[in-house]
């Protein structure tokens, strides 16, 4: 071989390693500027409870100085599936999702692991086998957000010697919020067997799937005493449904929801929802000590539960002033 020759092929030898290094980054700072990079995707827009949601998280990265990716997945499992593929090809440092229903994620999961990439759930759980596909679970406990609804209620008609006829708003079907907050409710309800869920059906957790859905209910029901909504953003277009026809929200009909977002809480203090259990969108602030904590290959809990109350109309009305979301 001529020593030019030799010369190149020593330097394209060079640049091969270079390259193959480059490429082969496994678990260490992706970003061309050495930011922790992390790849985030989200359920959709479908309510208030989300957008507060998106922008604690959006805010917090950008505090702790990540690049954040940022999916929105429209509602729909298969893009949020494609959205973490993507995560996974641009090999980001670390996954988090909010997983739009509870089944079909050990595939995808699998796939992350096989990586190298850490996942981490936050909002809603996955209904995997094998716990070790995530880090940790960061979000509210849903079975009891529905019992503490229930006990509302078996406290306000505890004396009743009418049959209560209730109708559900249930939130996205398969989601664990409407899972469980379907199954807590449920369970404690049924030590009243005055309490009689008359009918049930799903309205997505949008406003305008509640408003359609209630005015099915109106329709197909002459008696209805009681509205359970999964969500604010249902119970806010059911109340709609109810005022058009020519009926009182909250005096006519007994309204519960979860979430205590703002428009809920106006709702509320304007009597129109009588309770509301609160479950806490902003989760960024312990998504971003999570990530950092398994990035530093610390022991992190296999659950992180978000602390939570619940509101009357009276005490809607006296957090409304100061309510962040
Ligand atoms: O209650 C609802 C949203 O997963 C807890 O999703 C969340 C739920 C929330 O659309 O408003």
Redesign the pocket.
């Known amino acids: 071989m001529k020593k030019s020759s030799k010369l190149s092929f020593v330097l394209l030898l060079v640049l091969v390693l270079v390259f193959v290094t480059a490429c082969s980054n496994s678990g260490g700072k992706t970003s061309s500027d050495g930011k922790i990079v992390l790849g985030f995707a989200q ?1 959709g827009a ?5 957008s507060a ?1 998106t922008k604690s998280i959006q805010d917090s990265a950008a505090e702790a100085g990540f690049e954040l990716k940022f999916s929105d997945a429209q509602q729909k499992q298969e893009n949020q599936i494609k959205a973490i593929r993507s995560y996974i090809q641009q090999k980001v440092d670390v996954i988090a999702f ?1 997983p739009v229903v509870e089944s079909g994620w050990d595939t995808v999961l699998k796939e992350a692991k096989e990586a190298g990439i850490p996942v981490i759930l936050t ?2 759980a996955v209904d995997s086998k094998d716990t070790s596909l995530y880090k940790t679970f960061i ?2 406990d ?1 079975v009891l957000e529905g019992r503490k609804a229930g006990e509302w209620l078996l406290e306000q008609y505890k004396d009743s010697s009418e049959d209560i006829n209730i109708v559900e708003l249930q ?2 079907t398969g ?3 409407a899972n469980d907050r379907m199954a807590g409710f449920a369970d404690v309800i049924s030590a009243n067997s005055k309490l009689k869920v008359i009918a049930s059906q799903t309205g997505d ?1 949008t406003r305008a799937k509640g408003k359609e859905v209630m005015q099915a209910f109106l329709k197909a029901h002459k008696e209805i005493d009681v509205l359970y909504a ?4 249902m119970a806010l277009g059911a109340i709609q449904a109810i005022e058009a026809a020519g009926l009182v929200p909250g005096k006519d009909i007994i309204i519960i929801s ?2 205590a977002v703002k428009d809920g809480m106006q709702a509320a203090s304007e009597g129109k929802i009588n309770f509301i259990v609160e ?1 806490n ?1 902003l989760l960024g602030p312990q998504l971003m000590t999570a990530v950092k904590k398994v990035l530093a290959g610390e022991e992190i809990p296999a659950r992180i539960v978000t602390e939570e109350t619940t509101f009357t109309s009276e005490q809607a009305k006296q957090a409304l002033p100061t309510r962040q979301y």
């Open positions: 359920v479908e309510s208030g409870w989300r949601n909010s909002d809603r979000g509210s849903f939130g996205t989601s664990a919020p957790f999964h969500n604010d953003d979860v979430d479950c969108p």
